[in-house]
C-alpha cells in the first residue's frame, strides 16, 4: 500500500510515514500542494493524507486540481480545523474521509482501511465520458456501448483503475494476463491498438495516451 502524506510539518510528516512503514504501508511525503501534484501525476498511489492549510496551494485546491486531472486516487483530509462546515467541504469537494488532529494512530490506520475497503466496492468507474460498470462488465462512450472482448474490458478496465497515472507494461502484464515475468512479446501493445480503435478511433477524443518509454494513461485530456 503506497501513501502520500501532505503537510508542511516536517516532524509530523516524519512521525506518521514512521507509524504507518511500521504498520507495513510506503510512504513518500510533500510539504505542499504543488510538489504533492507533482508526485501524484509521476507515480501511483493509493491514498493520499492531505492537509488543509499549506503554504501555496491549499488542501482544497489540491483535491480539486486532482479531481479536475481525473487523478482519482482516495483522499482523506487530516488537519486541525475541526469546524462542522469544513469537514462537509472536505467531503462535498471529492474528499473520502476527515479526521481532526490530534488523532489516534490507530484510528488512522482503521480509516485507511475502510476507506479502501469502500472504494473496491464501488460499482461504476468514469473517466471524461467514458463509463465502466463494474457489475455488469460493460463499457460505454458517450452513451454508447462499447463492445468488447474480455481482454479488452479488462485492460481498459485496469487503465480505470489508474486513471490520470501512467501504468507501466509489466504492469499490465501482470494483471491483465497474470505474467510476473515479461513473456518476449507485443501482446500489450496489440491490445493497446485494438482497444483504440473501439474507444478512441470512433469520437473526437482520445482518452488512451502512450507515455514514450513508461506505459499508457488513460485521462481525459484538453
Same mark, same amino acid.
Given at each position: 500500500?503506497?501513501?502520500?502524506?501532505?503537510?508542511?510539518?516536517?516532524?509530523?510528516?516524519?512521525?506518521?510515514?514512521?507509524?504507518?512503514?511500521?504498520?507495513?504501508?510506503?510512504?513518500?511525503?510533500?510539504?505542499?500542494?504543488?510538489?504533492?501534484?507533482?508526485?501524484?501525476?509521476?507515480?501511483?498511489?493509493?491514498?493520499?493524507?492531505?492537509?488543509?492549510?499549506?503554504?501555496?496551494?491549499? !488542501?482544497? &485546491?489540491? +483535491?480539486?486540481?486532482?479531481? #479536475?486531472?481525473?487523478?482519482? %486516487?482516495?483522499? $482523506?483530509? @487530516?488537519?486541525? *480545523?475541526?469546524?462542522?462546515?469544513?469537514?462537509?467541504?472536505?467531503?462535498?469537494?471529492? !474528499?473520502? &474521509?476527515? +479526521?481532526?488532529?490530534?488523532? #489516534?494512530?490507530?484510528?488512522? %490506520?482503521?480509516? $485507511?482501511? @475502510?476507506?479502501? *475497503?469502500?472504494?473496491?466496492?464501488?460499482?461504476?468507474?468514469?473517466?471524461?465520458?467514458? !463509463?465502466? &460498470?463494474?457489475?455488469?462488465?460493460?463499457?460505454?462512450?458517450?452513451?454508447?456501448?462499447?463492445?468488447?472482448?474480455?481482454?479488452?474490458?479488462?485492460?481498459?478496465?485496469?487503465?480505470?483503475?489508474?486513471?490520470?497515472?501512467?501504468?507501466?507494461?509489466?504492469?499490465?502484464?501482470?494483471?491483465?494476463?497474470?505474467?510476473?515475468?515479461?513473456?518476449?512479446?507485443?501482446?500489450?501493445?496489440?491490445?493497446?491498438?485494438?482497444?483504440?480503435?473501439?474507444?478512441?478511433?470512433?469520437?473526437?477524443?482520445?482518452?488512451?495516451?502512450?507515455?514514450?518509454?513508461?506505459?499508457?494513461?488513460?485521462?481525459?485530456?484538453?
Amino acid at each position: 500500500m503506497r501513501i502520500l502524506i501532505v503537510d508542511d510539518d516536517p516532524k509530523y510528516r516524519a512521525f506518521v510515514s514512521r507509524g504507518l512503514e511500521e504498520s507495513g504501508m510506503f510512504c513518500s511525503t510533500a510539504p505542499d500542494g504543488e510538489s504533492a501534484l507533482d508526485a501524484l501525476g509521476r507515480e501511483r498511489f493509493d491514498i493520499v493524507l492531505l492537509d488543509v492549510m499549506l503554504p501555496g496551494l491549499q !488542501g482544497w &485546491d489540491v +483535491i480539486e486540481a486532482m479531481r #479536475a486531472r481525473d487523478i482519482d %486516487v482516495p483522499v $482523506i483530509f @487530516v488537519t486541525a *480545523r475541526d469546524a462542522v462546515d469544513e469537514r462537509v467541504r472536505g467531503l462535498r469537494m471529492g !474528499g473520502d &474521509d476527515y +479526521i481532526v488532529k490530534p488523532f #489516534a494512530f490507530a484510528e488512522l %490506520v482503521a480509516r $485507511i482501511h @475502510v476507506v479502501l *475497503r469502500h472504494r473496491r466496492t464501488r460499482t461504476k468507474l468514469s473517466v471524461g465520458d467514458l !463509463g465502466l &460498470d463494474l457489475v455488469k462488465g460493460v463499457a460505454t462512450r458517450a452513451g454508447t456501448e462499447l463492445s468488447l472482448t474480455r481482454t479488452e474490458y479488462a485492460l481498459l478496465r485496469c487503465l480505470a483503475d489508474h486513471a490520470g497515472e501512467t501504468v507501466g507494461r509489466s504492469q499490465l502484464l501482470q494483471t491483465v494476463w497474470g505474467f510476473d515475468f515479461d513473456p518476449g512479446t507485443n501482446v500489450v501493445e496489440v491490445h493497446i491498438r485494438r482497444l483504440r480503435r473501439k474507444v478512441d478511433e470512433p469520437f473526437e477524443t482520445s482518452l488512451i495516451h502512450t507515455e514514450r518509454g513508461a506505459g499508457y494513461v488513460l485521462e481525459a485530456r484538453a
